[in-house]
């Protein structure tokens, strides 16, 4: 029976030793594949964007006194501007409350004169009507008639 369970674990031992060895090259086999498109796209890339970074990179060696210069005066500017606003912000909400102020005011005037505009044109206009409406209705009573046209019952019966 040792014999046996000998065999048997020599058996099992190299069994997992040729599971094992079939891993490693498909390992081998999987690490080689990603090298070589590792390899590609480092090619592409050397191809191309390489020469780009170093145009870049030219690009701001030439420029960099010119950038400094740009970046100086907008910083001066920026100052400059802070400056007048801090100087004229107050001058310029005082001016517009002053003339929110005198806005309000000549609103006030124009709805006075209106309502005495409005008024002055009513009333005289009321006081003809009245006196329309009197003479018509002086007139109606003088000549027998209603205010709505239809005879008076005194001329109903005459006929």
Do not use: Y
Request: aromatic share 4%; proline share 3%.
């Amino acid at each position: 029976m040792d014999n046996t369970l000998l065999t048997v674990f020599v058996a099992a031992t190299a069994l997992g030793v040729l599971i094992q060895a079939g891993v490693l090259i498909a390992l081998f086999v999987a690490v080689r594949s990603a090298s070589a498109r590792m390899e590609a796209i480092s090619t592409r890339l050397e191809t191309s964007a390489l020469p780009a970074l170093e145009s870049a990179r030219t690009l701001l060696a030439e420029n960099r006194e010119k950038l400094n210069i740009i970046v100086n005066n907008l910083a001066d500017a920026t100052t400059t501007t802070r400056q007048f606003v801090e100087r004229t912000g107050p001058q310029l909400v005082d001016a517009l409350e002053r003339t929110i102020s005198q806005v309000n005011r000549t609103l006030e005037r124009i709805d006075h004169a209106s309502d005495s505009v409005h008024s002055a044109v009513t009333a005289p206009v009321r006081r003809i009507g009245g006196i329309v409406s009197g003479i018509a209705a002086t007139l109606g009573a003088l000549f027998m008639r209603r205010p709505d046209g239809r005879p008076s019952q005194s001329e109903d019966m005459f006929i």
